[in-house]
């Protein structure tokens, strides 16, 4: 009996493992969440709002707009419920795209753009960013504890 609950509970968790790998869809209501891009002095600026019980775990890319390598990459940063959360990144005057992406915790409902989703519920953003100071201070940032 004990070797039969062992092996449920093993491939129990092999399934659950393989479904965690698997290719995440956008399924969540568009209405849960709300995320306003800006550009702040010399930095971009995510911000998130979480309008129902839970947390969301965010991330965001910044590319320049003709560019594939990131000038910034901003997060994991944790969104309780209910609370509003930033993610800041300090970059060199230019255009960018912003991609992003929040999966909400536990049930793994996700919103963002493609990329990095592979099925995105929003376009990127596109941010000019023309100051050389400002409140971003210097260096990318972001928490990975949240804010």
Do not use: H
């Amino acid at each position: 009996m004990k070797v039969t609950i062992a092996r449920t509970a093993g491939i129990a968790a092999a399934v659950t493992g393989v479904a965690l790998l698997a290719a995440p869809t956008a399924s969540a209501a568009p209405e849960d969440i709300a995320v306003d891009i800006t550009d702040d002095g010399n930095a971009v600026v995510m911000e998130v709002r979480y309008d129902v019980p839970g947390a969301v775990l965010c991330l965001m890319n910044v590319l320049p707009v003709d560019g594939t390598v990131p000038a910034a990459i901003v997060g994991p940063t944790v969104v309780m419920g209910g609370d509003d959360g930033e993610l800041r990144a300090t970059v060199d005057p230019g255009k960018y795209t912003v991609q992003w992406s929040c999966s909400s915790i536990p049930s793994f409902e996700q919103w963002g753009t493609a990329p990095p989703l592979t099925n995105g519920t929003e376009d990127p953003t596109t941010v000019t960013v023309t100051d050389t100071s400002g409140p971003g201070g210097g260096g990318s940032s972001g928490s990975p504890f949240g804010s």
